[in-house]
């Protein structure tokens, strides 16, 4: 049995090597893995359109059994995914550049532990080549993590605060314009960085936001504000977008808000940082989590009143 001394000291070892390899890839040895493993650009395109990339972390076969499934799932829903070891994500990220440039499709980057740092790492790679990125899902990803690059269109960053292993609190870079959300669940005993990337609930959602993709905007209506809270003990899981801005009118109170527009009263007082009693000045700017919504869905949803 690996005790976590040794899964700590092959973490950490990991890590080093993963920032040599970031910086010694070129594009040649990409092809010539490209051509001999089976990448999602060998992979004919399907409907919806979209390649997804996702990547284990450390003793990824182990431990990041999770990314497996979820790979399994997003390929059962119609969209090409293809899972690997995070220690080859430089090759990858080349070959999925070139493949970008023969079809553009959105891009999907998910990745646990390690992973999420190969995540992040290869949207910077696909970033200095002006390609965006659709979606980016880091899942307890390591302190060494970069933020999170402008390309990227969203991004979800699911992690435990408290991980030695993971706890990576990715934030985005300056000037970033896409619909960020961060969620920690380290409130939660019953999950550890083990088996976080294995929550059934978590992976219907990404596959069902990843279906939606070729359907939903980049940029939702309005401002977008980025959106980070911890779950408290016994709440559900929902994974946001972002945030909105709404403002509250005579009357109004979080209770009254959170009812209108269907989200739980506790997201709102802690986004907000306000007591869920605590009276409302009318015009009091509050945040709301909001997903976005494919284009058919908009279409239906007049602007809000209030």
């Given at each position: ?9 092959f973490v ?122 659709s979606l ?21 960053n699911i ?148």
């Amino acid at each position: 049995m690996i005790s976590p001394a040794q899964v700590a000291s092959f973490v950490i070892g990991a890590m080093l090597s993963a920032c040599f390899l970031f910086g010694s890839v070129d594009l040649a040895i990409a092809r010539l893995t490209a051509a001999s493993s089976q990448t999602v650009a060998m992979q004919p395109a399907t409907k919806p359109h979209g390649r997804a990339y996702l990547f284990r972390g450390a003793l990824g076969p182990i431990f990041s059994r999770g990314m497996d499934r979820l790979t399994e799932r997003i390929n059962d829903a119609g969209v090409a995914a293809n899972v690997y070891e995070f220690t080859i994500c430089s090759l990858i990220a080349n070959s999925a550049i070139q493949r970008y440039r023969e079809d553009p499709a959105p891009v999907i980057l998910i990745g646990h532990s390690m992973g999420g740092f190969c995540a992040l790492k290869f949207a910077e790679m696909l970033q200095a080549e002006g390609i965006p990125v659709s979606l980016v899902v880091t899942v307890d990803p390591a302190h060494i993590s970069p933020s999170v690059p402008l390309n990227v269109e969203r991004y979800i960053n699911i992690f435990l605060s408290k991980s030695f292993l993971g706890g990576g609190d990715v934030v985005p870079k300056i000037g970033y314009q896409g619909n960020y959300a961060s969620f920690d669940l380290s409130e939660h005993d019953e999950i550890s960085h083990i088996n976080i990337d294995k929550l059934n609930s978590v992976h219907e959602q990404l596959v069902a936001k990843i279906v939606q993709l070729a359907t939903t905007p980049a940029k939702a209506e309005g401002e977008t504000v980025p959106l980070h809270y911890v779950l408290p003990p016994n709440a559900a899981i929902e994974l946001w977008d972002s945030g909105m801005p709404v403002f509250a009118r005579s009357g109004d109170t979080l209770q009254t808000i959170a009812a209108y527009y269907h989200v739980p009263l506790w997201s709102l007082a802690e986004v907000n940082r306000i007591s869920d009693g605590a009276p409302l000045v009318p015009g009091q700017r509050v945040i709301v989590p909001r997903h976005l919504l494919p284009f058919a869905e908009l279409s239906r949803h007049s602007p809000s009143t209030r």
